[in-house]
Each structure stands twice: as structure tokens, then as C-alpha cells.
């Protein structure tokens, strides 16, 4: 078990001056607390820092480690840092120190040549030499597998890759799960034994020509065993060649990744510019149609008068009505009295009419008459003209350009608006991009194909080596039956010891798939009990497993469940490293950044309520909003063994400080 | 599986052992494995070791 006992921290990150934390030897969980930028991945780095000599940033990308001396520590003229890391495994105590400090011949550093590092490694209480050291803490915590004890939300989001097949990303996952699961002792095992399986072979075919009897098939059997030798070092060498190839891949894409924040940057200030030229045609528009407007704008001046002028028509428009009624009265009462005269009888009274009345209506009629002829016409064209008048002067006033001025000056100023909120955005995202960064994404994605390209033909050429060396492998094994039967009892010993080889490595080979099969049914399994404590849907029933230890979650109606929310991405990765905790030869501790970013209150506390059973040592960096101090204590009791607060000190320091945030 | 030693990796090839390569004697299995473990970031060493294992089996028989 490896167990971390105190990190001591000098100058690294925002940990200004000599800090440390002491984590406690009882098994049980230690909260460190602190708010965003405090310094709570520089704490997991300080520890990377001290095993590996590596420091990551977001996107598991390298950090220069001349970029981790504390800034104020800087100024104040001391370039230098350390983290010390005390820890047991097995039965021994070390004290493991990583130092980076300028050279002695420099003042004042300015580049990575300027620095020199330093580790020193103590084993209960003695220095170790340089090798020893080495391989000491790759034994200890292999950098490979570091994944399993420290990590992110980010490193826990990678596992989804697991699932899919052919995901170059999914074998460096798997490799790293084979890892710490001891797979490799197998693999290692079967290549020595492979390697010496060799040199008895040779051993027999050199013994074999020193008789007469087995001369010449010792020497073809030496021959064959050259050429098979030959063809699997090529093999091993395409093999490698296509890894290495695939690793590129993966940094290629990672790389692409990274600058596909920019790219899609990029993309929004295009957007934005065609949207900001769009807006300058729709003002070109409105001002084309306020400088017309404003060619009527004479109007508004007179709008009174217009106003007045229609008025007076409208008046004498009712006045010319009248008069054309009472005419037409007069001269239907004209027709009246010419009926009345003619027939000598009253219409209404039907009485007779005297001559008297007689020449009364006669007079009435000339008078009508008159009235009306004296019109002579000038009626009807009075009252067209004024009608057309009044017309007139109502589309004057209802085309009255003040409104439309003001409503067309209010859309232009809100385009103008619109424009310069705009243009303030392309500022904004303009000084947020690197413009060379376009061409490196043009330079990436050739790169990326022709190196998928040469993938594919080195996978041609790995198949193609294979069939040759399963030919000789066949001769091989023709000849040292043939030499058997020639060689009788001669060449015992050799042939004795080869045939152990032999089975030794038949035996290997079984045990390396047997042994992966049973791992995956034993991970699946803990993986499954775990995550059925984890999750909060009770019809989630289990998980299963694939060849590349990617785990799908069983609905109970027996269906998969092919799209996963993040959250339920992040519970299924904490049951991996639940299960590959159970399943490793190697224990240690595991300390979690922020883990709980994405998940909800009902899942933070059964991670919480489960964390303690996956091992002894767990550190969990948190901020506030992830899970509550007093949730926490409620939940861990006597689990919870310590805690640290991060304490602002400046922005550039941050202060180490033993107790939770309420009792600091 | 729940150890510091690779007593499940012993395990699983002794069960293959037994039913398949009864002649391969059953220590050097587990002397192999333990020398693999205690190797594991010595590549060169383990294979030192693992001769020296066979070797030690042939002479003693």
C-alpha cells in the first residue's frame, strides 16, 4: 500500500514560502477546501510534480515547470521551487524531494535552459543513488497508471472513449488499466521466456551440429531460427512504428481540439462581420428613405395651415351642400305648384284653386325658376373643386413626414445600435484569438490525415510480417521434430530445456487471456456493485463490460443504455476506479479535483457515503459548491480524518490552513 | 483480488498448469511470477532471474 503522508510545498504555484499538509495515517478521507483559482490542481500537480517531474494544465497538456514558481516569490528575486512528498509502501518509509532552482552561473532566469532540477530520495532514513531512486518510485506508483489514483473530472471523461472500438485514446486507457491491473507481469514474464525460449533453441541447433548424425538439420534449423528472428524484430519495429503513429494521432487530435476554441471563434467574427454588413445595408436603406422623406419635410411647416385651410373647405363643402338641397327642394316644390296650377286642384287638400292663388303660385315658380337658373352651373363646380381641395389637403396631412422622420431616425439609431454591440463582440473574441492559430488548424488536419494514411499502411505490413513469421515458426517446428526423430537420446539437456520453454511460454500466452478475461469479469462485477450504490436510478440495473474495460450501464430490462449524461459519465468512471482500486495489485491513494463539478446533490452524497470503501487514502479537492463543509461531516462522521482550507492571501498567494472554511 | 502480490495471476496460471502442462513443475510458475513482480520496472534483471530459475530446476533434477 502506498500511502501518502505529508506534501511540503516551497514557492510551488500559489503556495508561497514553505507550506505543507499532513494527511492522516488512519485510513479515512481528507478534505481540502478552497474557491476556484485558490490553488486546488496545483496541489495535485505538486504531487505529480514530486513522483514524475510533470506538471499538467487543462487538457492534460505539459506546464513548463518554470511557470510554477510562485509569482510573488519571483518578484521578491527567488526563482526557485520544491514540493517534498513523504510516503510509505510496504514496510518502508521515503521522503521524496523534487527541486527546480536557476543555475548557479544565472541571476535572473529566463528560459527552460536556465533551470536545473534535482530529485533525492530517502528509504528509511538513507539516501538513495540516482538508479535506484528511479526505479524505486516507478515500482512504487508507476507514472502510467497515475491516472488511477490522481485525477479530474476532465481525466474521468476520457473513459467514455472505452467504448468505442478502434479509439487510439481507448487503447492508451486500456494499456494503462492492463497496467495496473498486473497484466504486465504476464506480458513481461512471456517475453523473457520468449527471449530465452531463443536462446535454447539455439542452444540445440548449435549442439545439434556438432554431431554428425544432426550436422545439417542443426544448421538449417539455426538458419530458420535466424530468419525468424530477423522478421519479428521488423515485426516488433512495425508494430512500434504504427503506436508511435497512433500516439501521434491522439496528440494531433488533442491538438486540434485545443484550437478548436479558436476555430470556433473565428467562425463567430465571420458571422458577426456578415451580420454587421447586413445591418449597414438595412441603414443605407432607411436613410435613402429619410433623406425622401425629409424632401417632404416642407409639409410639417405648413401643417397648420393646412390644417386650417381644410377647415374653411369643409365649411364651405356643408355650406354648397345645403344649398344644393334647398334647390333641389325649391325645385321639386316648383313641379308642385305647375301640377297644381295645371289641374286646378291643391294636392294636398284637393281643393279647388282660384285664379288669385293661381297667379301667387305662378310668381312662386318664376322665382324658383330664377333662383335656380341664376346657379348657371357654378354650383356643381364649386363643390367639385372644393371636394378635391379638401381631398388634397387630407393626404397632405395624413402623409405627414414628422412621425415617419422620428420613426425612421428611431430604427436607424437602434441598427446603429445593433451594429456597434456587434462590432464590440468582434473586438472582444478579435483580441481573444491567436490569428496564426487558423493555419496551424489547415497544418493539423493534413497532418492528422497522412498520419491515419500511414496507419493504415503500416497495419497492411504488420499483417503481411505476421503470415511470414507464422511460415517459419511452421519450419521451425518441422525441423526440430525431424531432429528429434534423428537425434534420439543425443541433445537431452538442450532439448529438455527448450520443450520447458516451450511450455512455459504455451503456458504464458494461455494465462495473459485467461487472466484478462477473469479481470474483466471481477472488474465488471465491482464496477457493477459500486455503481448500483452510486447511482440515483434505481432502474439502472448493472454494468457490463467490453473487451477494452469500457462499461455500459443495463437498464433492468436487460437494454444498454446508449446515451449517457455527463453525470452518469462521471458515476460510471468513479466505479471503474472503484473496481480497478479492488482489483490491483497496486494500492494507493486516490485524490480527486473537483469531481463533483457535474453531478447533483443525491449523487455527490452516495460518492461521499462509498468513497471510504474504495481505499484507505483518499484526498478529495473541492470548492464549497461541490458539496458543503457541514454536509460533508454529516455524511463522512467519523470517515472524514481531516480537513485544510485554501485561504486567499493575495492572488498570487495562497495560504495552506488546517481546519475546514468555517473554522478558519 | 484484493493484495499486494500477484497471488491471482499465480493462481490462474496454476489452474492452466494443472489441466494442460501437468510436466511444468508447479514452483517455477510461482517463482516466474513473484521474479516478474519484484522486476516489473527492471526489464533486463527479470529476465536474469527467470534463467536463473529454469536453470536451478534442470541442475536439482
Given amino acids: 500500500m502506498f500511502r501518502i503522508i505529508e506534501i511540503q510545498l516551497q ?155 478502434e479509439s487510439d485514446m481507448g487503447r492508451q486507457i486500456r494499456e494503462a488499466i492492463e497496467r495496473i491491473l498486473g497484466v504486465p507481469i504476464l506480458k513481461n514474464g512471456r517475453a523473457d521466456l520468449v527471449k530465452l525460449l531463443e536462446d535454447a533453441e539455439s542452444q540445440v541447433s548449435k549442439a545439434a551440429q556438432n554431431s554428425q548424425l544432426t550436422s545439417e538439420l542443426g544448421t538449417q534449423l539455426e538458419t530458420t531460427q535466424e530468419q525468424k528472428r530477423h522478421l519479428e524484430k521488423d515485426l516488433n519495429k512495425l508494430i512500434k512504428d504504427k503506436e508511435t503513429l497512433e500516439d501521434d494521432k491522439i496528440g494531433i487530435k488533442a491538438e486540434l481540439d485545443k484550437i478548436e476554441a479558436t476555430r470556433s471563434k473565428i467562425k463567430e467574427i465571420e458571422i458577426l462581420e456578415e451580420q454587421v454588413e447586413e445591418i449597414d445595408s438595412k441603414i443605407y436603406t432607411k436613410n435613402e428613405e429619410l433623406k425622401d422623406l425629409m424632401g417632404h419635410a416642407w409639409h410639417v411647416v405648413l401643417m397648420d395651415k393646412i390644417n386650417e385651410r381644410r377647415s374653411i373647405l369643409e365649411q364651405q363643402e356643408a355650406d354648397i351642400q345645403d344649398q344644393r338641397i334647398e334647390k333641389s327642394v325649391a325645385k321639386k316644390l316648383a313641379e308642385r305648384f305647375s301640377e297644381a296650377i295645371s289641374d286646378e286642384t291643391c294636392p294636398i287638400c284637393r281643393q279647388e284653386i282660384d285664379s288669385e292663388h293661381k297667379s301667387h303660385l305662378d310668381s312662386e315658380i318664376d322665382n324658383i325658376n330664377g333662383m335656380i337658373k341664376s346657379d348657371g352651373g357654378e354650383f356643381s363646380n364649386n363643390l367639385r373643386y372644393v371636394t378635391r381641395a379638401i381631398e388634397g389637403l387630407r393626404s397632405m396631412e395624413q402623409s405627414n413626414p414628422k412621425m415617419r422622420i422620428s420613426d425612421k431616425i428611431f430604427e436607424i439609431d437602434t441598427l446603429k445600435a445593433e451594429k456597434a454591440t456587434k462590432e464590440d463582440r468582434i ?126 450501464i443495463v437498464h433492468e430490462s436487460g437494454d444498454k443504455i446508449t446515451i449517457r449524461s455527463s453525470g452518469a459519465e462521471h458515476v460510471v468512471a468513479l466505479a471503474l476506479m472503484g473496481a480497478l482500486q479492488n482489483n490491483a495489485p497496486l494500492k494507493g491513494p486516490i485524490i480527486m479535483d473537483s469531481p463533483f463539478g457535474r453531478l447533483d446533490e443525491g449523487h455527490v452524497r452516495n460518492i461521499i457515503e462509498t468513497l471510504p470503501n474504495l481505499t484507505e487514502n483518499i484526498v478529495l479537492l473541492l470548492h464549497e459548491n461541490e458539496l458543503d463543509i457541514e454536509d460533508a461531516r454529516n455524511i463522512l462522521k467519523g470517515k472524514l480524518k481531516k480537513e485544510y482550507s485554501l485561504q486567499r492571501v493575495t492572488a498570487r498567494h495562497t495560504k495552506l490552513i488546517a481546519g475546514g472554511v468555517t473554522d478558519v | 483480488m484484493n493484495n499486494n502480490e500477484p497471488t491471482d495471476i499465480i493462481e490462474t496460471l496454476q489452474d492452466i498448469r494443472r489441466t494442460d502442462y501437468p510436466e511444468i513443475p508447479e514452483e517455477i510458475v510461482a517463482k516466474i511470477v513473484k521474479a516478474e513482480y519484484e522486476t516489473i520496472g527492471e526489464r533486463g534483471q527479470s529476465r536474469k532471474y527467470v534463467s536463473d530459475i529454469v536453470e536451478e530446476y534442470l541442475e536439482g533434477e
Avoid: C
Fill in chain 1, 427 to 552: 473586438r472582444e473574441v478579435k483580441a481573444d484569438i491567436d490569428t496564426s492559430e487558423e493555419s496551424r488548424a489547415a497544418r493539423l488536419i493534413r497532418e492528422n490525415e497522412s498520419t491515419i494514411g500511414k496507419i493504415s499502411v503500416k497495419k497492411e505490413a504488420i499483417q503481411e510480417q505476421r503470415e511470414k513469421v507464422r511460415i517459419v515458426k511452421e519450419n521451425i517446428e518441422n525441423l526440430r521434430e525431424q531432429l528429434n526423430k534423428v537425434s534420439g537420446d543425443e541433445l537431452e539437456d538442450e532439448k529438455e530445456r527448450s520443450q520447458l520453454y516451450q511450455d512455459l511460454v504455451r503456458l504464458f500466452d494461455k494465462g495473459v487471456e485467461k487472466y484478462r478475461d477473469e479481470l474483466r469479469d471481477h472488474v465488471e462485477q465491482d464496477a457493477s456493485d459500486i455503481f448500483v450504490q452510486l447511482t440515483t436510478e434505481p432502474e439502472y440495473h448493472e454494468l457490463e463490460i467490453n473487451d477494452n474495460y469500457g462499461l455500459s
Fill in chain 1, 11 to 165: 514557492n510551488f504555484g500559489p503556495y508561497k514560502g514553505s507550506q505543507s499538509i499532513v494527511l492522516p495515517r488512519d485510513p479515512g478521507v481528507t478534505i481540502i477546501y478552497g474557491e476556484n483559482m485558490r490553488g486546488k490542481t496545483s496541489l495535485l500537480n505538486a504531487i505529480r510534480y514530486a513522483l514524475f517531474g510533470t506538471i499538467l494544465s487543462r487538457g492534460s497538456r505539459n506546464v513548463a515547470p518554470k511557470e510554477i514558481v510562485n509569482w510573488e516569490s519571483q518578484e521578491e528575486g527567488n526563482y526557485s521551487f520544491s514540493v517534498t512528498l513523504v510516503f510509505e509502501s510496504g514496510d518502508s518509509n521515503y521522503e521524496l524531494t523534487r527541486q527546480y532552482r536557476p543555475k548557479k552561473s544565472v541571476d535572473e532566469p529566463r528560459t527552460e535552459d536556465d533551470y536545473t532540477e534535482e530529485v533525492f530520495l530517502k528509504k528509511d532514513g538513507s539516501i538513495m543513488g540516482p538508479d535506484d531512486q528511479t526505479q524505486q518510485i516507478s515500482r512504487v506508483l508507476p507514472e502510467q497508471v497515475s491516472r488511477f489514483f490522481l485525477f479530474d473530472g476532465e481525466l474521468l471523461q476520457q473513459y467514455e472513449e472505452l467504448l468505442i472500438e
